[in-house]
């Protein structure tokens, strides 16, 4: 995979982790982490399991609204 490929699938998880974070981050874990997987989906993108994990941690650590959306640290499109 090419630094390109590679860079372009985590901005589009970002965009996805962007949108999850401003909308659903007072939602309920269980929609969190299903919006986030079907943004994800339709992106055509994957993150690891332990970026999930992390990524879905950052935005339940939102609920206290000081905290800004997670970074996406890396991302492959899906094949």
């Not at 090419?2 to 996805?16: P, S």
């Not at 309920?28 to 994990?53: F, H, M, N, Y």
């Amino acid at each position: 995979m090419t630094d390109e490929v590679k860079q372009a699938a985590i901005e589009a998880a970002q965009r996805v982790v962007d949108e999850v974070s401003s909308w659903q981050y007072s939602a309920e874990d269980s929609t969190i982490a299903d919006q986030l997987d079907e943004g994800l989906a339709k992106a055509q993108v994957s993150v690891s399991d332990d970026e999930r994990t992390r990524i879905l941690a950052e935005i339940d650590g939102m609920k206290d609204e000081k905290s800004s959306a997670p970074q996406v640290r890396s991302a492959a499109p899906v094949e």
